[in-house]
């Protein structure tokens, strides 16, 4: 099992920047990706970012890339998610989620295992 808590979410003017945390515990997260996930009121859960643990390979949604990025702390057992120049669209609640894997980034919810209780974002036009 893989917990994994959020945090780090709250309420910024569009341009702005936030980072989210997502802690994990429970296993060895080496063979592991580790990704961000977001559901805005009414949409499918979407992907956003994605980190492979050992390597430390990165991979993005193309709605995000340039204006987020994904990094792990492997001292802290944490992935962190930059969001920089937000925008009203990028409202949504924030997910972190797991899932063994060691090559091929997945995109799709269903593909992983583990997920966190989620932390709001909104931006403010």
């Known amino acids: 099992q893989v917990q994994l808590v959020e945090s780090g979410g709250g309420l910024v003017q569009a341009g702005g920047s936030l980072r989210l945390s997502c802690a994990a515990s429970g296993r060895t997260l080496s063979m592991y990706h580790m990704a961000w996930f977001r559901q805005a009121p009414g949409k499918e859960r979407e992907f956003v970012a994605a980190i492979a643990w050992y390597s430390g390979s990165t991979y993005y949604a193309d709605s995000v890339k340039g204006r987020f990025t994904i990094s792990r702390d492997n001292a802290k057992n944490t992935v962190y998610l930059q969001m920089n120049g937000l925008k009203p669209e990028d409202t949504a609640v924030y997910y972190c989620?797991?899932?063994?894997?060691?090559?091929?980034?997945?995109?799709?919810?269903?593909?992983?295992?583990?997920w966190g209780q989620g932390t709001q974002v909104t931006t403010s036009s």
């Open positions: 989620a797991a899932r063994r894997e060691l090559v091929t980034f997945r995109t799709r919810p269903m593909e992983y295992d583990y």
